[in-house]
């Protein structure tokens, strides 16, 4: 990933311990695509897997997304840790991780049994509830799980004072 020269360094993220507090502390991401002259956002909750230093989400199988993404894997992600508005000071308190990344769609029912495990863990309040109820073998076959495999973090903090 080429890396840019922030304009304001001190605002700059550079701790990783700092940065996997953000995709901890936050549940959406957010990530950019374009297929030829069409551009396209998508917003989606995560799991995410530091080992592989990858995030996995799920989606419906024929949707806009997907196709998209069956055509150009490559995309910009953004997670917002948005800590809210500074009033009377005309400043935003917000943490973000940037990233660049490719999407694979997993084909394999106990990969994506895994990948939903792992997001229902980091998600639900009662995980083992959530997957008793959800990860049968039959709503496998009906959700598309992608793997979002990124190529390096950037994080930045909004200026506060």
Not at 8 to 17: F, G, L, M, S, W
Not at 55 to 58: I, Q
Not at 70 to 74: I, L, S
Not at 135 to 140: N, Q
């Given at each position: 990933?080429?890396q840019?020269?922030?304009r304001?360094?001190?605002?700059?993220?550079?701790?990783?311990?700092?940065q996997?507090e953000?995709?901890?502390?936050?549940?959406?991401l957010t990530?950019?695509m374009?297929?030829?002259?069409?551009?396209?956002?998508?917003?989606?909750n995560?799991?995410y897997?530091?080992?592989?230093?990858c995030?996995?989400?799920?989606c419906?199988?024929?949707?806009?997304k997907?196709?998209?993404l069956?055509?150009?894997?490559?995309v910009?992600?953004?997670?917002?840790?948005?800590?809210?508005?500074?009033a009377?000071?005309c400043?935003?308190?917000?943490?973000?991780?940037?990233?660049?990344?490719?999407v694979?769609?997993?084909n394999?029912?106990?990969?994506?049994?895994?990948?939903?495990?792992?997001?229902?863990?980091?998600?639900?309040?009662?995980p083992?509830?959530?997957?008793?109820?959800f990860?049968?073998?039959?709503?496998?076959g009906?959700?598309a799980?992608?793997?979002?495999?990124?190529?390096?973090?950037?994080?930045?903090?909004g200026?506060?004072s």
């Open positions: 990933m080429k840019y020269h922030q304001r360094p001190a605002q700059v993220i550079e701790d990783p311990v700092e996997r953000i995709i901890d502390a936050c549940v959406h990530f950019a374009a297929v030829g002259d069409e551009p396209y956002l998508a917003t989606v995560y799991g897997d530091e080992p592989q230093k995030f996995f989400f799920h419906h199988p024929g949707g806009k997907v196709r998209m069956q055509k150009q894997p490559v910009w992600g953004q997670i917002l840790d948005d800590r809210g508005y500074m009377a000071r400043l935003h308190d917000f943490r973000t991780v940037q990233f660049a990344g490719r694979t769609f997993l394999d029912d106990d990969q994506k049994r895994q990948a939903l495990f792992l997001m229902i863990d980091q998600l639900e309040p009662d083992e509830a959530a997957k008793a109820r990860v049968d073998d039959a709503s496998l009906k959700v799980i992608g793997r979002l495999d990124v190529e390096g973090f950037t994080a930045k903090r200026k506060t």
